[in-house]
């Protein structure tokens, strides 16, 4: 199936020949472009009647209903009044239901850290209100370069856009934090099939060390009572549950949460975390925990 011969021996002792051989075919397959609509603005059925009359071709998804996939125009949408006014954006549905793990309510102050381009950041904002707050943050001033240009898209002023490093920098003390970590990315293969080619099993084990040192140094930031979402767009155990279970064992004032009332069913793994598999999901293949520090 065109996949590096050591990373289809891990996959196989991870999850068995079947399911890798699912997931390898699951990523040849193009992926499939979604938008996702600010109920805010503009109800669901409006918007897919003005899209149709664009001549653009959508299908609700199924389990996250204000979620969009494009069957056919997806060039023509970046053009879109639609896009450009900022009630449609870009997101994949699992990266949806990271924010449902983060369950922001109106008027709440959420810390993003390695948030940019900020997709998560801009449907949290929708969520939180204008009088709520999120302060959006990654270390590459490039790419937050790109979150601040999105807001004269979608004109929220409730974005506080910031180059700061989440293994040292100083942050704001928050009752929810967002740790969308850096990762090999092996879970969105099937948008960047160079990912496969590029990592090596040296590679999971630095950005495993980078993520304990992330989820390490923001945990000083919360609130008791608080709660950390970790999310990863990666399938490995080594940048997942693994990091999970050395932070656990450092900080015996934190503990899991499950996932199961927030997500679909199906979506939720057998230990309560999020785990999407896109021969399933139809979406990218996403990791997500849930950290509540104890009062």
Not at 2 to 9: F, R, V
Not at 148 to 155: A, G, K, L, M
Request: aromatic letters at 8%.
């Amino acid at each position: 199936l065109g996949y590096p011969e050591w990373l289809i021996k891990k996959w196989t002792k991870q999850f068995g020949k079947l399911k890798t051989e699912k997931i390898c075919s699951s990523f040849l397959n193009k992926s499939s472009m979604y938008i996702r609509v600010d109920e805010n603005q503009l109800q669901i059925n409006d918007a897919i009647i003005l899209l149709n009359k664009s001549n653009i071709e959508i299908k609700q998804h199924d389990e996250l209903r204000n979620f969009l996939e494009v069957i056919k125009g997806q060039d023509k949408i970046i053009d879109h009044k639609l896009f450009k006014t900022g009630i449609l954006s870009i997101q994949d549905p699992a990266s949806g239901a990271v924010v449902s793990l983060v369950d922001p309510q109106i008027g709440d102050t959420i810390l993003d850290v390695c948030a940019a381009p900020g997709t998560k950041s801009l449907l949290m904002s929708q969520k939180v209100g204008p009088n709520g707050k999120i302060f959006a943050s990654d270390k590459n001033i490039k790419r937050v370069e790109k979150g601040i240009s999105d807001i004269n898209r979608h004109q929220k002023d409730n974005i506080s856009w910031s180059v700061l490093d989440a293994t040292k920098d100083e942050f704001p003390l928050c009752k929810k934090i967002l740790i969308d970590a850096p990762c090999t990315g092996t879970g969105v293969i099937g948008r960047r099939p160079d990912i496969k080619w590029r990592i090596s099993k040296k590679d999971i084990n630095t950005m495993s060390r980078l993520q304990e040192s992330i989820l390490n140094h923001m945990s000083n930031f919360l609130m008791p009572g608080g709660k950390i979402i970790y999310s990863t767009c990666s399938l490995e155990p080594e940048e997942n549950t693994e990091v999970l279970k050395k932070f656990l064992f450092k900080h015996q004032d934190f503990t899991i949460l499950p996932s199961n009332s927030l997500l679909p069913f199906s979506w939720v793994s057998s230990d309560g975390f999020l785990m999407t598999m896109p021969y399933e999901s139809k979406t990218d293949a996403l990791f997500a925990a849930i950290l509540l520090k104890k009062q």
